[in-house]
């Protein structure tokens, strides 16, 4: 008996523990009063104590022979903050990288499509648009944006952009300025673009203006056509009329030039582009602060020494010509145009010269032209008729009397007084002009020319 008592006890003792033990001594010996309700729910949780504790105790044994994992936790939290740190550093390089992708895609899509060109110029600056179908029955390249001119040009786009950007006040000029003397007096402005320039519009005269034919009233600027054909059809005429348009190429504008490439077809911001590189301002060279300016003096227009400009002029003109020749058929008028010298020819002594000249003033008036108020003449068959510089009376063109009288005048005093004297005295290079104005004379009398070479032979040397 008193065994099965041991054995009921130990039992007991294993299955809630050494503390509910203890509770249940103090309460048999009166130390401690509960309720069955109260001591029922105290064993209830002291069994599940012991168990949990059975539970650690057995996890505590098995991790006493296993080295200790704390350095390896630490390793463990090191590795996993190294990782953070690696992680934050690839998106913050990622982030840079994307942000310098953005930076440069915003960088070439100036380059390729600016929305500036400088004060004046950049009103309706957009690259789209434009008319593909038109430029490809025209022969002309297409072109949507710089980047497409800048490959079809082979000049990098940077370059395009220096060169069509409109400064006010810039340190370099494009162009060489100079002043030639005029045959009546006075002075001509000339403007000589620089090797970029130069470049530039080469290709654009090329590639786009040679393209697009002027009309047939046009004399000047074109292949086969010269002084000489100007005035043999005007020839025998019993009235003549000439007509100069004051200021020609300083009357074009950047807006009409610009204007002029968007008929062909491109868009409006490429038309710009091309119109800038065509186009300069007046500058006037300026110091300041020790720096050397070049100062635009108004608008852009058709500078006279740019080798697209007299293309320009002969398709800006076309509907000028136009109109004046459909108005000369009408009224039974000749009509041809060198560059702002405009002629009419009638073979009729009785024709109506109030009708012609108020309706060509009408029409060049519209086409927003001004008609030099001191140079238009008008030349009746008995009077010397001349068109650019040529006689036109008889039945063949010749050089007037008195300007073969001046020519050999020059000769004369060159061969004198020698070519740096004459160069001074004439204000340009004398050998270059005699050897120019021969040139003039083999175009209209080709054996007058030849007797001239036999007397003067430094006017053949190379």
Known sequence: MANQTTTNWRAELRSVGKQY??????????????????????????????????ELNKLSKELEGLEDITPLIKEIRKNRIERVKAARAIRKVEKAQKEK?????????????????????????KFEGGNEAQLKEAGLPVVNNVRDLSELMAMPQSDILWLSYHRKAASMDHYSRF?????????RSIASPKPKTRKAQQWILEN?????????????????????????FHLQAEVLIRIDLKDFFPSLKFGRVKGLFK???????????LALMCTDALRLSAKLEGKQYFV????????????????????????????????????????????????FSSSNKETDLKHILGLSKKIIGEENFVIHPDKTMVMRGHQRQTVTGVVVNNDEIRISRRDMRNFRAFLHQYEQKGAA??????????????????????????????????????LSQA
């Open 296 to 343: 635009a003096l108004g608008e852009r227009y058709l500078p006279q020494g740019a080798c697209t400009s007299p293309a320009i002029t002969n398709l800006i003109c076309r509907k000028l010509d136009n109109r004046l020749s459909k108005l000369g058929d009408k009224l039974d008028w000749k009509y041809t145009r060198y560059a702002d010298d405009m002629v």
């Open 208 to 232: 786009i203006l040679s393209k697009i034919d002027c009309h047939e009233a046009a004399m000047a600027f074109r292949p086969g056509k010269s002084i000489a054909d100007n005035a043999h």
């Open 179 to 187: 002043q030639i003397p005029k045959r009546k007096g006075g002075f």
């Open 263 to 273: 008929s062909f077809g491109y868009n409006e911001g490429v038309a710009s582009v």
């Open 101 to 125: 992708e953005r930076k440069a895609e915003i960088a070439q899509r100036k380059k390729d499509t600016p929305y500036y060109l400088g004060d004046g110029v950049s009103a309706g600056l």
């Open 421 to 458: 004297e004459m160069t001074k005295q004439l204000g340009k290079d004398a050998t270059a002009y005699g050897k120019g104005y021969l040139a003039f004379v083999q175009m209209i009398n080709p054996a007058q020319a030849e007797k001239f070479k036999a007397k003067h032979g430094w």
């Open 21 to 54: 033990f203890e509770i249940q001594e103090m309460i048999r010996m009166g130390f401690l009063k509960l309720d069955p309700a109260e001591l029922d729910m105290l064993k209830q949780r002291y069994t599940e104590l012991n168990k949990v504790n059975k």
